[in-house]
């Protein structure tokens, strides 16, 4: 069994792959018109047939105060691993991009909390040697 789909709400799907895409690096995998939104997944560019991130719409009653309760805590809503934590941290700021937490060391790994402009917090981990 392997994990095929998982999912992040967002509050705007055509701003949320902007992001997803311009900005953290990840490459369009499905865009599929459904209803009033779309079934839109980004996959990483170094596993373009691994799982994919579904940019799911905020639209269910639920997720609105499920989404806050877990900004207001500070708890990421994913978490995505990288190589080098210091050089994506410094490139995502200079592009604009705003953290919650910059890089931390945080026993086995490095951590850095970013706000994806979609109403989550998104967490990136460098494991360490």
Excluded at 24 to 32: T, V
């Amino acid at each position: 069994m392997k994990i095929y789909v998982t999912s992040v709400f967002v509050d705007d799907q055509a701003k949320a792959l902007d992001f997803y895409t311009r900005r953290l690096g990840f490459r369009l995998k499905n865009d599929i018109p459904a209803g009033d939104y779309r079934w839109l997944t980004v996959v990483s560019p170094e596993d373009p047939d691994g799982t994919e991130l579904l940019l799911e719409p905020s639209a269910h009653p639920a997720v609105g105060p499920y989404k806050a309760a877990l900004v207001a805590d500070g708890i990421p809503a994913a978490s995505f691993r990288v190589e080098d934590l210091d050089a994506d941290h410094a490139r995502l700021v200079s592009d604009g991009v705003r953290f919650a937490a910059p890089p931390t060391d945080a026993g086995p790994v490095r951590m850095a909390i970013l706000d994806d402009t979609c109403g989550n917090l998104i967490q990136l981990i460098q494991m360490k040697a």
